[in-house]
């Protein structure tokens, strides 16, 4: 899948799916949520959000490592994120039942991808710019061009939880 | 007295922040290829997958295995032999730190204050524990301690006629609570006694022991052997998607305490267990 992202692609999206992106996603963790407010420094229409946050790029390279963060830090700021047409969020770990809500609500979907896995998880992207808050250091905000990323549908937009699913399975 | 110069230390800390970042222990490996021959779930099987081929990745393009490549703990043991020339001990390994971060492209992850949050740039301060030990030695152990598992950690005082099972259900909850935020296969330090600052000191010093080493005493390597299969029986299992391995060890380490306490603290760290040490 590719962004923009509508509504018609979500409704698709079900959760255990294993998915593959390609094109522009956004990266943007703590620091950078506090600071969006109503405003985030890119179109948030259909928009793929990454919690991330890499290494610095060595000489010669695109990027350095880059995982996903504990998306549940992100909580407070995403229900606001999703009124204004996030579609995508990709993580890793809980979310809460009020972003569950906002999930269903919105008609959005959070991907998970293995935490600690970055070195590999650079291999699929093919340029990164910073594009907002450069003073953050680590945390500024990054557009990412990526290529076939993996990543496994948690909570789709019915609301269905992939690790409440894994935890009654037990 | 023997002499070391503090320039030493300084290059032995830049080293092993680059080395422990890049190049997963060998003990971490082998335990994460004894639970993939043992995982009954396929994802979690696919998951472990990742896990060992992101080493390899790593290992061989000198990449960061994670993009947290952490908050720097450093552990030393000073042999009171030893007489440091040149910068005071702390600003060498602070040095150490600065350059290795730099030189290895690692993320630099921390904040000047804990309210303002504003980044130092260089990763710096570390946390430093020293311990003064006999001989003429110095060990210097570096952890690069993430914040996701970091989180997930706990500590509770408990009345001084609690059982084992109490502790058991206590450190039992903090694993489950952290479930998929802490990324397992976690590593499960368990600090038990001495005082409030000394059970968290212990569940960290306890991390930095080999994956699959137990502790020395008899009494406490079983408690070890019996949480670890407590705690693979929750089910979490590779990044909380369920399966047979949510945790590589459980190491625990005891200290005397206060007739009126029993202090616990359980520090968790992620797969990504990142400690190396050298001696000079």
Same mark, same amino acid.
């Given at each position: 899948?590719?962004?923009?992202?509508?509504?018609?692609?979500?409704?698709?999206?079900?959760?255990?799916?294993?998915?593959?992106?390609?094109?522009?996603?956004?990266?943007?963790?703590?620091?950078?949520?506090?600071?969006?407010?109503?405003?985030?420094?890119?179109?948030?229409?259909?928009?793929?959000?990454?919690?991330?946050?890499?290494?610095?790029?060595?000489?010669?390279?695109?990027?350095?490592?880059?995982?996903?963060?504990?998306?549940?830090?992100?909580?407070?700021?995403?229900?606001?994120?999703?009124?204004?047409?996030?579609?995508?969020?990709?993580?890793?770990?809980?979310?809460?039942?009020?972003?569950?809500?906002?999930?269903?609500?919105?008609?959005?979907?959070?991907?998970?991808?293995?935490?600690?896995?970055?070195?590999?998880?650079?291999?699929?992207?093919?340029?990164?710019?910073?594009?907002?808050?450069?003073?953050?250091?680590?945390?500024?905000?990054?557009?990412?061009?990526?290529?076939?990323?993996?990543?496994?549908?948690?909570?789709?937009?019915?609301?269905?939880?992939?690790?409440?699913?894994?935890?009654?399975?037990? | 007295?023997?002499?070391?110069?503090?320039?030493?230390?300084?290059?032995?800390?830049?080293?092993?922040?680059?080395?422990?970042?890049?190049?997963?222990?060998?003990?971490?490996?082998?335990?994460?290829?004894?639970?993939?021959?043992?995982?009954?779930?396929?994802?979690?099987?696919?998951?472990?997958?990742?896990?060992?081929?992101?080493?390899?990745?790593?290992?061989?393009?000198?990449?960061?295995?994670?993009?947290?490549?952490?908050?720097?703990?450093?552990?030393?043991?000073?042999?009171?032999?030893?007489?440091?020339?040149?910068?005071?001990?702390?600003?060498?390994?602070?040095?150490?730190?600065?350059?290795?971060?730099?030189?290895?492209?690692?993320?630099?992850?921390?904040?000047?204050?804990?309210?303002?949050?504003?980044?130092?740039?260089?990763?710096?301060?570390?946390?430093?524990?020293?311990?003064?030990?006999?001989?003429?030695?110095?060990?210097?152990?570096?952890?690069?301690?993430?914040?996701?598992?970091?989180?997930?950690?706990?500590?509770?005082?408990?009345?001084?006629?609690?059982?084992?099972?109490?502790?058991?259900?206590?450190?039992?909850?903090?694993?489950?609570?952290?479930?998929?935020?802490?990324?397992?296969?976690? /590593?499960?330090?368990? &600090?038990? *006694? !001495?005082?409030?600052?000394?059970? #968290?000191?212990?569940?960290? %010093?306890?991390? +930095?022991?080999?994956?699959?080493?137990?502790?020395?005493?008899?009494?406490?390597?079983?408690?070890?052997?019996?949480?670890?299969?407590?705690?693979?029986?929750?089910? /979490?299992?590779?990044? &909380?998607? *369920? !399966?047979?391995?949510?945790?590589? #060890?459980?190491?625990?380490? %005891?200290?005397? +305490?206060?007739?009126?306490?029993?202090?616990?603290?359980?520090?968790?760290?992620?797969?990504?267990?990142?400690?190396?040490?050298?001696?000079?």
């Amino acid at each position: 899948m590719r962004a923009p992202i509508d509504d018609k692609l979500v409704a698709k999206l079900k959760v255990g799916e294993e998915v593959l992106i390609s094109g522009k996603i956004f990266a943007a963790r703590d620091s950078a949520h506090k600071l969006f407010g109503k405003n985030p420094p890119f179109d948030p229409k259909g928009a793929i959000l990454f919690y991330a946050s890499p290494t610095p790029t060595p000489p010669g390279a695109i990027i350095g490592s880059i995982g996903p963060t504990t998306a549940t830090r992100m909580d407070p700021f995403t229900p606001d994120l999703l009124k204004l047409g996030i579609k995508i969020m990709i993580g890793k770990g809980r979310r809460s039942e009020s972003v569950k809500a906002a999930i269903r609500k919105y008609k959005a979907v959070y991907l998970v991808v293995p935490g600690g896995v970055a070195a590999a998880l650079s291999k699929h992207i093919k340029k990164s710019t910073v594009i907002a808050y450069p003073q953050l250091g680590p945390e500024a905000v990054l557009e990412l061009e990526v290529a076939n990323f993996p990543a496994i549908v948690a909570i789709d937009s019915q609301g269905n939880d992939l690790f409440e699913q894994a935890r009654s399975a037990r | 007295m023997r002499e070391v110069p503090a320039k030493e230390i300084t290059e032995t800390v830049k080293d092993l922040c680059i080395e422990a970042n890049t190049n997963l222990a060998e003990d971490v490996v082998a335990a994460l290829n004894k639970s993939l021959a043992k995982e009954k779930s396929s994802v979690g099987r696919k998951i472990l997958r990742q896990i060992i081929q992101n080493a390899q990745i790593a290992r061989r393009d000198k990449l960061p295995l994670c993009q947290d490549t952490g908050l720097a703990v450093v552990f030393i043991e000073l042999g009171q032999e030893v007489q440091i020339i040149g910068e005071a001990l702390e600003s060498a390994v602070h040095e150490g730190v600065r350059q290795g971060y730099e030189a290895g492209f690692l993320r630099k992850s921390v904040t000047e204050d804990p309210i303002l949050r504003k980044n130092t740039g260089d990763n710096t301060p570390a946390i430093l524990h020293v311990e003064i030990v006999p001989g003429a030695k110095i060990k210097i152990g570096f952890l690069a301690k993430g914040g996701g598992a970091e989180n997930c950690s706990a500590l509770r005082i408990f009345n001084p006629s609690t059982d084992r099972e109490e502790i058991d259900n206590f450190i039992l909850e903090t694993v489950e609570a952290a479930g998929p935020n802490a990324c397992p296969p976690i /590593i499960v330090g368990v &600090g038990i *006694g !001495g005082n409030f600052d000394t059970a #968290a000191y212990l569940a960290k %010093k306890a991390l +930095c022991r080999k994956v699959g080493a137990h502790n020395s005493g008899h009494a406490a390597q079983q408690w070890e052997k019996e949480l670890l299969k407590k705690i693979n029986l929750l089910g /979490i299992g590779p990044m &909380g998607l *369920g !399966g047979t391995t949510t945790a590589l #060890a459980v190491n625990i380490e %005891k200290r005397p +305490c206060h007739i009126s306490s029993l202090p616990a603290a359980v520090n968790i760290d992620c797969h990504a267990h990142r400690f190396k040490e050298t001696i000079i």
